[in-house]
Every structure is written in structure tokens, then in C-alpha cells.
């Protein structure tokens, strides 16, 4: 009887703890990180989008979009990336001279667990992903509609939000060769699959 009460005990203990560790990963840990994380990107689309409709002054609306961008590269670069999923990239400067790029993942602890939650994660990729491509359709809407004054706005959006793209990637990736053995893999496996399917449609 007393056997049967203990492993009772255990089972709602351990189900106790799962709960616990689920809510860790879906809380969001640093509020304000994740805030401004979408706050300059989402905001330079939106003046970009409705300047023409808010005013007439060309040179007011791409001063604002670019300080947006600014603000919006350095906070992700410096900021976010590091609290929220434990990234981070720059450029470091040898004695020698030579000038060469970091790319560094935040190094699990040695109980397994992680400091940045999953909700975080999601709202990290899914800003860092997401914006660029937005800015990559504007780019050639701009280009096609012949939007000159607009082009060099849209490819510094491009330039910028591409840049911590690219580098955030190389930090969760690896190195440029593990980036390049994981798109092979990738296509690879694509192309098998696709084989795969049509050999079973010829035979049947």
C-alpha cells in the first residue's frame, strides 16, 4: 500500500516538473529585448509603407526609415541577438592588422538546459527572417516601377537587415563550410525524394 502511495507520488511530481519546465520555454524572459527586437524593423516598414500618405517631404521619410534601420541593426546586432537566443557576430581586428569576422554561439550548461526560451527563439527568427524578404519585395516593386528615389532606401533595408540575417545564421550554423555541406545535404535529399516518387508513379 505504502509502495503504491510512493510511486503515485513520484508520477504527479514528475508531471509537475514537466509543466514547469514547459512554461519556462514559453515564457519570455526578456520582454523589452523582444519589444524592440520588432519595434525598428516592423516600424520602418510602416513608415515606408505610408509616408507618401503622411507627408510630402521625400528627405523626412527616408531620414526616419534609415535611422529606423540603424537602430533597428545595432539592437539586433548587439542586443537581442545575444539575450534572446544566444548569438552574437562582429569584427575583430588582429595585432597584425588583419581584419577578420566572429561568429559565436552561447555554449549549453552543463545541466543541458538553456537560457533562452523558445517563445523568444520563435519571435527572434521569425523578425530576423520575415523583414528582409519584405524588403527584397520592395526592392522589386521599387525597381519595376521605376521608383528610383525610392531604390536607395530599400537596399539599405536590404544591406542591413540582410547583413544580421547572414550572420546570425553563420552563428547558428557554423562555419561557412557547414553552411555549404548542409545545403548540399539538404538538395540532395530533395532530389532523392523527388526520384523516389517518380520511379513508384512508373511503376504503378
Given at each position: ?34 519589444f524592440f527586437h520588432l519595434f525598428f524593423r516592423v516600424s520602418a516598414i510602416v513608415v515606408y ?7 510630402s517631404s521625400f528627405i523626412a521619410c527616408m531620414v526616419t526609415i534609415i535611422l529606423l534601420l ?120 530533395q532530389f532523392l525524394r523527388q526520384t523516389m516518387a517518380t520511379e513508384d508513379q512508373a511503376a504503378?
Amino acid at each position: 500500500m505504502d509502495s503504491n502511495d510512493d510511486i503515485e507520488d513520484v508520477s504527479l511530481f514528475d508531471a509537475d516538473d514537466d509543466v514547469s519546465r514547459r512554461s519556462k520555454k514559453s515564457k519570455i524572459r526578456h520582454p523589452v529585448a523582444s519589444f524592440f527586437h520588432l519595434f525598428f524593423r516592423v516600424s520602418a516598414i510602416v513608415v515606408y509603407l505610408l509616408c507618401e500618405l503622411l507627408t510630402s517631404s521625400f528627405i523626412a521619410c527616408m531620414v526616419t526609415i534609415i535611422l529606423l534601420l540603424s537602430c533597428d541593426f545595432w539592437a539586433v546586432k548587439n542586443v537581442t541577438g545575444r539575450l534572446m537566443v544566444g548569438l552574437r557576430w562582429w569584427n575583430q581586428v588582429d595585432d597584425d592588422g588583419r581584419s577578420h569576422w566572429v561568429f559565436e554561439a552561447r555554449k549549453v550548461s552543463a545541466q543541458g538546459g538553456k537560457t533562452s526560451s523558445e517563445a523568444e527563439s520563435r519571435i527572434f527568427w521569425l523578425g530576423l527572417i520575415t523583414c528582409p524578404m519584405i524588403w527584397v519585395i520592395f526592392a522589386f516593386s521599387a525597381l519595376f516601377s521605376f521608383k528610383v528615389k525610392w531604390l536607395a532606401v530599400v537596399v539599405m533595408g536590404v544591406v542591413l537587415q540582410g547583413a544580421n540575417l547572414y550572420g546570425y545564421i553563420r552563428c547558428k550554423v557554423g562555419s561557412r563550410k557547414n553552411l555549404t555541406s548542409m545545403a548540399t545535404s539538404y538538395l540532395g535529399k530533395q532530389f532523392l525524394r523527388q526520384t523516389m516518387a517518380t520511379e513508384d508513379q512508373a511503376a504503378s
